[in-house]
């Protein structure tokens, strides 16, 4: 029961920001519901821009996806982002949503209508309502999860990233999703996945998808294939879902230990250039800047103190100021080089600028007048 309360308690205080309204569709000729969840810091940082997921058969996908999206946001492992959640399940509507017409395998009637809904109503009044960040994301599930892929049969997909758990394709979907996808200019993610709890048909189109898309040698495609030993059709998506944000998002994560070993620690040189350009990569695959996290701005100290390359602690300062001008960052940075350098005197005068700026991080005002009486106590005294 307590842990329960914790969890409830969690969702509540990380996603704080969860509502239910009436969306009026032209498109459709009739009202929708959605659900919109929107992050935490939404309120409080009026500048940041989010990524959006929007989720078809969203009367049961928000939760889930929801719990893995607080858990990784919590960690900073995966971005925050705003949720819209389309209700398709009060009666039945999937099924009318993601018809498609037989013989030429494109959506059709009330298919037509739901596809154009979502492209051009929903989307646009998400986009204008809320700060959303160039990252857009679909994800459904069987019937829903073959349907988001005809939004890849567009010279110019309007998502980026493509969640499809168990889904039931289209005819000749298998063989097209591959070939849009080897034509594609700009970064795009697919995940697809399934159990061995889904109907035969389920698998063998997934299967015959998977080798499709595997003979593809598009530098922009980013695509994982899961299957599932044991699941059945409905506990598979519980697997699924932290497998494909820990996909889309890999290269937001902050510089973790193994990461620091095996690719910044062995580097002779560059270490900021590193950082730079890791940075640099999330905005070109992500399509939106990221600030460079305190915690990889100490993990590249780490490795700049570790390889004695002192100099470069001038170029991270240069960094830190351009991202947090405000902080004490920079001036610490500053600091520590002359310290490294035996520059004492100068490394006290940076110190004690330091210490009239904001804190940050693990850095306070303390730390740095400490530092600064004890450079003062190294520098030698004028006779």
């Excluded at 969690?10 to 009202?31: H, M, N, P, R, Y």
């Excluded at 591959?178 to 389920?202: H, N, R």
Aim: proline fraction near 4%; charge should be negative.
């Amino acid at each position: 029961m307590k842990q329960l309360f914790l969890l409830l308690l969690f969702s509540a205080t990380v996603f704080s920001q969860k509502t239910t309204e009436t969306f009026v569709s032209t498109k459709l000729g009739e009202s929708r519901e959605i659900t919109i969840g929107l992050p935490a810091s939404y309120e409080q940082n009026k500048s940041k821009q989010y990524p959006i997921l929007v989720l078809l058969d969203g009367d049961y996908l928000f939760d889930p996806f929801f719990g893995a999206l607080n858990y990784g946001a919590y960690w900073d492992d995966l971005p925050e982002t705003i949720i819209i959640g389309i209700s398709q399940n009060k009666n039945d509507e999937r099924t009318a949503d993601s018809n498609y017409d037989d013989l030429n395998g494109v959506p059709s009637e009330k298919g037509a209508k739901f596809f154009e809904f979502i492209g051009a109503e929903l989307l646009p009044y998400i986009e204008k309502k809320y700060r959303i960040a160039p990252f857009r994301m679909i994800a459904g599930h069987d019937t829903t999860a073959g349907f988001l892929n005809f939004y890849l049969y567009k010279d110019n997909p309007v998502f980026n990233g493509y969640i499809s758990l168990s889904p039931e394709l289209a005819p000749e979907m298998d063989v097209r999703i591959a070939d849009m996808l080897s034509k594609i200019k700009k970064p795009v993610f697919y995940y697809q996945s399934t159990a061995d709890g889904d109907m035969k048909e389920i698998l063998e189109d997934a299967k015959k998808l998977d080798a499709n898309i595997k003979s593809v040698t598009n530098t922009m495609l980013n695509y994982k294939y899961d299957h599932f030993n044991g699941a059945n059709h409905y506990s598979s998506v519980l697997y699924s879902i932290p497998n494909a944000l820990y996909q889309f998002f890999d290269c937001y994560k902050p510089i973790s230990v193994a990461e620091f070993n095996s690719k910044i620690a062995i580097l002779p040189n560059n270490f900021v250039k590193y950082l730079t350009d890791k940075y640099d990569g999330i905005e070109k695959t992500l399509g939106y800047k990221v600030p460079i996290r305190t915690s990889d701005f100490k993990a590249i100290e780490a490795a700049i103190l570790k390889n004695k390359a002192y100099a470069e602690l001038d170029e991270l300062a240069q960094i830190a100021q351009k991202n947090y001008p405000k902080s004490m960052l920079a001036d610490y940075e500053l600091g520590l080089m002359f310290e490294k350098l035996g520059d004492t005197k100068r490394a006290a005068k940076s110190y004690q600028k330091a210490s009239q700026l904001e804190e940050i991080g693990n850095l306070s005002k303390d730390m740095m007048l400490e530092k600064f009486d004890e450079m003062q106590s190294l520098t030698p005294k004028k006779k």
